[in-house]
C-alpha cells in the first residue's frame, strides 16, 4: 500500500509532468503561426439557396402530416360526439365498446403523431445533411485558400470568447458559393 507522503510524491511528479507537458505543447504552438477565423454556419446555411428547396419540402412533408392527423381527430370528435348523444340510450354492452373504440383511436392519433414527427425530424435531417456537406466543404476550401489554421463556431450559444484579429469567413464564403445576400 501506499503511504501519505508517497501518494503526496506521485502528485507532485504528475502536477510536474502535466506542466512541462502544457509548457512544451504551448511553445509548440506559438512557434507556429496560427490564424483563427470564425463562421456562423447557421447564417451560411440560411443564406444558401437550397436552404429555400429544403424549407419548402419541409412544408409539405409537415403539412401531409397535419392533414392526416387532422383527418382521425375529425372522425374522432364525430364519434366522440355521436356516443355523448346516445350514451343514455346504450346497453353497457355497446357503451362499453365504444369507449374502447374511443380509447383505442387516442392510442392511434398518439401513434400517428409520434411517428410523424419522427418521420418529419428524419426527413429533415436527410435533406438537410447535402446543405452541410456542402457547406462544410466551402468553409474548408476557403480556409485554406487564406491559410487558416482553426475555424470556430461564431454561434452565441457555442462562442465563449472571440479575439479581435480573427477573421470571419462568412463573407468569403458566401462568394466562394456565389450567394449574393
Request: hydrophobic share 40%.
Amino acid at each position: 500500500m501506499y503511504n501519505f507522503k508517497t501518494i503526496k510524491k506521485m502528485k507532485t511528479i504528475v502536477k510536474l509532468v502535466v506542466a512541462v507537458a502544457f509548457t512544451a505543447l504551448c511553445s509548440s504552438v506559438s512557434a507556429q503561426n496560427i490564424k483563427l477565423a470564425h463562421i456562423s454556419l447557421e447564417d451560411l446555411i440560411e443564406s444558401m439557396p437550397e436552404s429555400d428547396t429544403l424549407r419548402v419540402k419541409i412544408q409539405k412533408i409537415g403539412k401531409e402530416f397535419e392533414d392526416e392527423i387532422e383527418l382521425m381527430q375529425v372522425e374522432y370528435r364525430r364519434k366522440l360526439d355521436d356516443y355523448v348523444t346516445n350514451r343514455d340510450n346504450l346497453t353497457n354492452l355497446v357503451r362499453a365498446s365504444k369507449e374502447q373504440e374511443l380509447q383505442q383511436m387516442q392510442q392511434r392519433m398518439q401513434v400517428v403523431q409520434e411517428n410523424a414527427q419522427e418521420e418529419y425530424q428524419m426527413e429533415y435531417n436527410k435533406l438537410l445533411q447535402p446543405i452541410l456537406e456542402k457547406a462544410n466543404k466551402a468553409i474548408e476550401t476557403v480556409a485554406k485558400e487564406q491559410g487558416i489554421t482553426y475555424v470556430i463556431s461564431a454561434n452565441p450559444q457555442v462562442l465563449i470568447f472571440k479575439a479581435v484579429g480573427t477573421i470571419d469567413l462568412l463573407p468569403a464564403v458566401k462568394q466562394h458559393l456565389g450567394i449574393k445576400k
